[in-house]
């Protein structure tokens, strides 16, 4: 399995970015999945999850400006994030999790005016 994510960039405070990722194989419709950020000198920490059902759960930093999406059929799951702010600027990852945990390359994201 390999995840292509891509959508990362430089935004200006309450501005907004949409990023994708793309998996491979044919695990995907069958997994949860999850966007984590990594900002510099701090751990990565979890963004936001999807279950197979496509109930998602946010971290409280990021509710009611981001949203987590999936496309089964697209094998791609998407993070939409608005009202940005210079504290979300990170390095976005997002994971698969089947019997094995997959992780994507990241993107980098940049809050800043």
């Known amino acids: 399995v390999q995840l292509q994510a891509s959508g990362g960039g430089l935004v200006q405070p309450g501005g907004s970015l949409r990023l994708s990722c793309v998996a491979s194989?044919?695990?995907?419709?069958?997994?949860?999945l999850a966007w984590y950020r990594q900002a510099p000198g701090n751990q990565r920490e979890l963004v936001a999850m999807?279950?197979?059902?496509?109930?998602?759960t946010y971290a409280d930093s990021v509710k009611g400006r981001f949203t987590l999406s999936r496309d089964n059929a697209k094998s791609t799951v998407h993070l939409e994030m608005n009202s940005l702010k210079p504290e979300d600027t990170a390095v976005y990852y997002c994971?698969?999790?089947?019997?094995?945990?997959?992780r994507g390359q990241g993107t980098l994201v940049t809050v800043s005016s």
């Open positions: 994971y698969i999790f089947s019997s094995h945990t997959y």
């Open positions: 194989g044919s695990i995907f419709s069958s997994s949860a």
């Open positions: 999807v279950g197979i059902a496509g109930t998602a």
